[in-house]
């Protein structure tokens, strides 16, 4: 079974660059057909895709965020990285990494069939 796990700082200073690391276990972040998202969820609102980096390395961002974001790889600890950089108290969120198994559902958080436990990110100075 695949699982996911989040790691990071659970703190971040105004614009500072947030890091998160989703460590794989079960399954290979190059297998075929698998693509690793960022997901997260401010209170009491719905989840919000911020990125996916697909089994091939190829990457996909929410517009949203413009060239705020990033996510990389490495295979060799099968992990996953995710880098918001110049955050703001906006970005102050819950932050999950997921698996989605098609192309097509990579912006819908709901259609992710695995998931970390998720971690909090306050910002503050």
């Known amino acids: 079974q695949v699982r996911l796990r989040e790691s990071g700082p659970g703190l971040v200073s105004p614009s500072q660059t947030l890091s998160l690391t989703c460590t794989v276990s079960?399954?290979?972040?190059?297998?075929?057909?698998?693509?690793w998202s960022w997901i997260r969820q401010p209170p009491g609102e719905e989840l919000e895709w911020l990125g996916t980096?697909?089994?091939?390395?190829?990457?996909y961002y929410n517009s949203s965020l413009k060239n705020r974001i990033s996510i990389c790889r490495d295979t060799s600890k099968n992990q996953f990285t995710l880098q918001l950089t110049s955050v703001t108290p906006e970005d102050q969120d819950m932050y999950y990494c997921?698996?989605?198994?098609?192309?097509?559902?990579?912006?819908?958080?709901?259609?992710?069939?695995?998931w970390g436990q998720g971690t909090q990110v306050a910002v503050s100075s």
């Open positions: 980096i697909a089994y091939s390395g190829t990457t």
């Open positions: 079960g399954g290979s972040i190059t297998a075929n057909y698998g693509y």
């Open positions: 997921a698996r989605a198994g098609d192309q097509r559902w990579i912006e819908t958080p709901n259609r992710h069939e695995y």
